[in-house]
C-alpha cells in the first residue's frame, strides 16, 4: 500500500494541521508515513504546500515524485492547479471553490473552470458552505479531508474520528462536534468512494 | 519505546534530551527554530534548561560554559547563525571539550526562507570536527544521540547538519532508553581552555592528532554504508544526506544495481571511497548542498577516474536536489502525470498580516521618500523584509543580520544624505547594538528607525530577548540624548505627526533613533489566547 497526498492552500488555511491529520490516521492505523511541509515566510498569506506519503513499505524520499501522488486536496481554487504536474494519470483532484483573493491579480471564475474541466473525476465543492451547514466555515478543510478520505480505504473512518476529536479536544466539545460533522459531511459528498 | 509523530528538528531535539542534555541555547532561525521550540515545551519534564539567546554567537558560547562545567550542550540555529558563532566554534575546536558539545544547524537548500544556501559540511570540516548528515527522522534521533558521545570521547565539538526537507517533515521515531544527565564536574587543566599561544599550539596539534583516529572512527561507523556489487562496474554511486533518499527513491528503476556508498558522518571515509573506486570506472555524486564530498574525491582517489556530480552540471547546482533532478540524471525517465500544463497562474507571494504596524511604518517612509527624492533605507532580515516587494517597494537593501546600522552609516559618512536605517527589535539586539555604538560614537548624519513589533515575528513570534522599555535604556544608555531619541505608535490616525518627527530628525545633522513600537498581529494573538487558557 502507497498512497502519496498533495495538499496545497494559502498560509492561515490550515494546510499544515489537515496534512497532520492525515499523516496522524497513518500512524494510528499502522502505516509508515512522511509529511513535508512548509514553515517560515510563506506562511504569510503566501502558496503553501504539504506532502503525505503513507506507504506499509519504507519511505525514502520526503517529496513526492512528479506525475504520482495518488490525490491532490486544494483548500483554494487556484493554489491546487501549481502543483498539478505531480498527480498521477489516474490520480484524484479535489478542491474547494472557495478563493482566497489576496493577490490583484487573481483569475476569474471561468479560467478556473476551465483548467478543472481538463481534469477528469476532480471533485469540486463550496467547502465552506458545507461545513456551514455542519458548524462554522473554518472547518472546510475537515470537508475536504472527509471527501480524501473516501479515497483512501487503508484509512479506518473511525481512526479518522478519533485523530479529529483528540486534534480539537482542546478547544472544547463543541468543536470537536462540528469538524466532526464536517467530516461526515464531506465523506458523504461521495458515494461508494473509491 | 515510544512511537512518536515528530518533525525532523523535533527528532534531533529528542535525540538531545534522551543523551543526556542538560542545556540548549539558540537563536531562531528557518528551518531550525523548532528544535529549540520542542525542547522548551518538555523542558520542565526532563529537568533541562532550553533558552534563546540575543544570537547565535552568544548561545555557542554558552554551550561552550555548559561543556566546561562538565554536562552535555546543545546549540541551535541555521546554517548563516553559525557564520555568527564562527568565532567560537572555530575556536572551540581548540578547547578539550568536556561535556559533550552538539551544534545542530540547519540549512536552506533552495532558500525557501534564507538569503543564501551555504552548506554547512564545510564550516566543521574548516574546524576539524566531526558532523552528523541525518537522512530520515530515526538518524536525526540516533545521530544526534550519538554526537554527544563523539564530541566527548574525541572532546570536540560536533554538528548535527539538517536540511529544511528533513527538519520540516514529520514522520514516526522510535526512542530508546534516555542516557542520564552528566553530573557537574568542572574543566581542571588550565592550558585546555586557554588558547594563549602557549596553550593553543599544543591544543592545535591535539586536535591534529585526532583526526587519524577521527577518520578510523569515521571508516568504521555504520552510518557510512558501502554496497559493493561485483558484476556492475560502469559506475558507483556515492550519496549523502537527502541525496541517498532521492537515489533509494528511484534506483529501483534503473536497469542494474551499482556498488553504492552512502556517508551519513564526516570526516569522509576514505577507505571505503578507495575501495568503491577501486571497482568502477566512473563515480557519481548525489549530495545535497554543495558539491563538498565531490571536491573531496578529487584528492581521495588513487587513480583517477571520471567524477560526475554538481560541478559538471550532471546535477543542478542550485537549489534543492528531488527525486525528479536525481531520475533525470540517471536517465530515468519521470512520469509525466496529467499532462496540464498551466503557466497562466499568478504567483502568490508571502505578504504582511492585515493590520500588520510594518505596514504603517512604510507608509511613513513612502511619504519621506517622495519628499526627499533618493533617500538612501537600508534594511535587515524579518517581516519587514517584505518593504521590498510590492505594494511596498520602500527598502534598499537586505543581507544579514544587523548591516542596516552599518551599511547606512558607511554611506552617510560617504557623504550620501538622507540615509534611514530600519531593523526589527530582535534584529537589533541580535546584531545592531555594536553598530549602534559605531554610529552614536561617530555621531553620523543618519536616522535610525527600530521596528519594534514585540517579538520575532518572521521566525514564529519567539519572544525578543528584551522588553521595549529595557530597549529604550540601553539606547539611551549608549550615548543617544532624548532630543533625538523618540518613540512613536505606527497607526494610521497617527500618520501625519509621524511624518512629522520624520522629518524634522531627518533634517538634523547627527545621529538620531525613532522607535516605532506597536506589537506583532499574530502574536498578540498568540499571547492573549495563552492568557485566555491560563
Ligand atoms: C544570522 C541569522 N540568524 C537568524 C536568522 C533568521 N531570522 C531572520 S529574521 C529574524 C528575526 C526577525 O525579528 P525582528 O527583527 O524582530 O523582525 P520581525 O520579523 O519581528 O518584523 C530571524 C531570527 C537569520 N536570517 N540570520
Ligand atoms: S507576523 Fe506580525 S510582524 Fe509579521 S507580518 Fe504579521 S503582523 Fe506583521
Known amino acids: 500500500m502507497n498512497y502519496d497526498i498533495i495538499l496545497a492552500g494559502v498560509g492561515g488555511q490550515g494546510v499544515v494541521s489537515s496534512a497532520t491529520i492525515l499523516s496522524r490516521c497513518a500512524m494510528c492505523d499502522g502505516f509508515n508515513v512522511r509529511q513535508s511541509e512548509v514553515h517560515g515566510m510563506a506562511q504569510r498569506g503566501g502558496a503553501v504546500q504539504a506532502q503525505v506519503r503513507i506507504s506499509d513499505r519504507v519511505i525514502e524520499s520526503d517529496l513526492v515524485p512528479s506525475g504520482t501522488a495518488d490525490c491532490i486536496i486544494s483548500m483554494e481554487p487556484i493554489e491546487g492547479l501549481r502543483c498539478l504536474s505531480l498527480l498521477a494519470e489516474n490520480g484524484r483532484y479535489i478542491t474547494s471553490l472557495d478563493p482566497v483573493v489576496n493577490i490583484p491579480d487573481y483569475p476569474e471564475s471561468q479560467f478556473i473552470e476551465e483548467q478543472l474541466g481538463k481534469i477528469s473525476g476532480h471533485i469540486a465543492v463550496n467547502a465552506k458552505k458545507i461545513a456551514q451547514t455542519a458548524g462554522p466555515a473554518y472547518a472546510a478543510n475537515i470537508v475536504l479531508i472527509g471527501i480524501a478520505s473516501a479515497f483512501i480505504p487503508a484509512l479506518a473512518v473511525a481512526t479518522f474520528e478519533r485523530v479529529i476529536r483528540e486534534t480539537f479536544e482542546r478547544k472544547g466539545e463543541k468543536v470537536v462536534e462540528s469538524n466532526l460533522k464536517a467530516f461526515a459531511a464531506g465523506r458523504g459528498i461521495v458515494k461508494g468512494g473509491r | ?26 537563536y531562531p532561525g528557518t528551518p531550525s527554530t523548532e528544535i529549540m521550540e520542542f525542547l522548551q515545551k518538555h523542558a520542565r519534564n526532563y529537568g533541562i534548561v532550553a533558552k534563546w539567546c540575543a544570537n547565535e554567537k552568544t548561545s555557542y558560547e554558552g554551550a561552550m560554559g555548559v561543556s566546561y562545567a562538565g554536562r552535555r550542550a546543545l546549540v541551535t540555529m541555521k546554517h548563516v547563525g553559525l557564520n555568527v558563532a564562527f568565532d567560537a566554534f572555530a575556536n572551540s575546536a581548540l578547547q578539550k571539550i568536556n561535556g559533550g558539545l552538539v551544534a545542530a544547524v540547519a540549512d536552506d537548500p533552495g532558500m525557501h526562507s534564507s538569503q543564501n544556501e551555504q552548506d554547512t559540511r564545510y564550516p566543521a570540516d574548516f574546524a576539524k570536527t566531526a558532523c552528523f548528515e541525518p537522512r530520515n527522522h530515526q538518524e536525526a534521533y540516533e545521530m544526534t544521540r550519538e554526537a554527544f558521545d563523539v564530541s566527548e570521547k574525541f572532546n570536540i565539538p560536533v554538528v548535527v547538519r539538517l536540511v529544511t526537507r528533513l527538519a520540516h517533515s514529520r514522520s514516526i521515531i522510535r ?38 583516529r577521527l577518520l578510523e572512527y569515521s571508516e568504521q561507523s ?16 556515492i550519496t549523502t544526506g537527502l541525496g541517498g533518499n532521492y537515489y533509494c527513491e528511484v534506483a529501483a528503476a534503473l536497469p542494474s544495481q551499482p556498488s553504492h556508498l552512502h556517508i551519513g558522518v564526516y570526516p569522509i571515509p576514505i577507505e571505503k571511497i578507495r575501495r568503491l573506486a577501486g571497482r568502477v570506472e566512473r563515480i557519481v555524486v548525489i549530495e545535497e548542498g554543495y558539491p563538498f564530498v565531490e571536491e573531496k574525491l578529487r584528492s581521495v582517489i588513487r587513480d583517477p577516474i571520471p567524477i560526475q556530480g554538481k560541478m559538471d552540471g550532471f546535477l543542478p547546482y542550485e537549489g534543492e ?34 493590520g500588520c504596524p510594518h505596514h504603517d511604518t512604510f507608509a511613513v517612509l513612502r511619504e519621506i521618500v517622495n519628499e526627499y527624492k533618493g533617500t538612501i533605507i537600508t534594511s535587515d532580515i524579518g517581516c519587514y523584509t517584505l518593504g521590498a516587494i510590492p505594494p511596498y517597494e520602500i527598502i534598499d537593501s537586505a543581507s544579514c543580520m544587523g548591516a542596516s546600522i552599518g551599511m547606512a552609516k558607511g554611506a552617510a559618512e560617504a557623504g550620501y544624505h538622507p540615509v534611514i536605517a530600519t531593523i526589527g527589535d530582535s534584529t537589533f539586539l541580535h546584531s545592531g547594538l555594536t553598530g549602534l555604538v559605531d554610529a552614536v560614537t561617530s555621531n553620523v548624519n543618519m536616522l535610525l528607525l527600530i521596528l519594534d513589533n514585540g517579538t520575532t515575528a518572521m521566525t514564529g513570534g519567539q519572544d525578543t530577548i528584551m522588553g521595549s522599555e529595557q530597549l529604550v535604556s540601553i539606547i539611551r544608555g549608549a550615548g543617544v540624548g532624548p532630543k533625538h531619541l523618540h518613540t512613536i505608535i505606527p497607526l494610521p490616525a497617527n500618520h501625519e505627526k509621524n511624518v512629522v518627527l520624520l522629518r524634522k530628525e531627518l533634517n538634523y545633522e547627527g545621529f538620531s533613533v525613532i522607535i516605532a513600537r506597536r506589537g506583532c498581529i499574530q502574536h498578540l494573538k498568540k499571547s492573549s489566547k495563552g492568557k485566555a487558557a491560563s
Open chain 2, 1 to 26: 519505546m515510544d512511537r512518536l509523530l515528530l518533525l525532523g528538528d523535533e527528532a534531533c531535539a529528542m535525540g538531545a534530551i534522551d543523551a543526556g542534555m542538560s542545556v540548549a541555547y539558540g
Open chain 2, 175 to 212: 526512542t530508546r532508553q534516555p542516557r542520564a544527565q552528566n553530573a557537574l564536574n568542572r574543566a581542571h587543566v588550565i592550558s585546555d581552555w586557554m588558547c594563549i599561544p602557549a596553550c593553543a599550539k599544543p591544543n592545535y596539534h591535539a586536535l591534529l592528532e585526532c583526526q587519524p
Open chain 2, 222 to 237: 555504520a552510518w557510512n554504508t558501502l554496497e559493493i556489487k561485483e558484476d556492475f562496474r560502469e559506475y558507483g554511486v
Open chain 2, 321 to 354: 536536489l528531488n527525486p525528479d533532478s536525481v531520475a533525470r540524471a540517471l536517465n530515468l525517465s519521470v512520469a509525466h502525470g496529467l499532462g496540464i500544463v498551466i503557466d497562466k497562474l499568478p504567483s502568490r507571494p508571502p505578504q504582511l498580516c492585515k
